[in-house]
């Protein structure tokens, strides 16, 4: 397509994968979740262009996405991956000190011990005795 080129934003987010259908598409840009060069979208007929900036909000992180493409078609991932350039910051590290206030931070496989593990303690128990 020509520099000139337009397309919905739902397309684009379908197209893009950045969800599974467009109908999710569509309900991410009524709900607020998306912003176009900063502003709020509230319908996902809007269309983007080449050089536009979107910020999607999804569940566990943000997406701060370039737009240099279109496609006409769904396509596997390597050619969904040509339509944007990703320019979101890089996560931020939690502070292990940080406020009470927010949820404690729990690390990876320190939580519920797993099957191999209990049948372990209960090895260990049953020895003591």
Known sequence: MTSEARQRIDKWL????????????AKLAQSGRVRLNGDKIDQPSRQVG???VLTVT???KILVLKIVGFAERR???SEAKMLY?????????????ATPALAPYREAGSGRPTK??????????????
Request: hydrophobic share 25%; glycine share 2%.
């Open 58 to 60: 999804l569940d566990r």
């Open 50 to 52: 080449c050089e536009d």
């Open 85 to 97: 350039e990703d320019i979101s910051p890089p996560p931020v590290a939690r502070d292990r000190t």
């Open 14 to 25: 379908y197209f893009a994968r950045v969800v599974k259908s467009r109908s999710l598409a």
């Open 75 to 77: 396509g596997p991932y």
């Open 116 to 129: 191999r593990e209990r049948r372990q303690l209960d090895k260990l128990k049953s020895s003591d005795e």
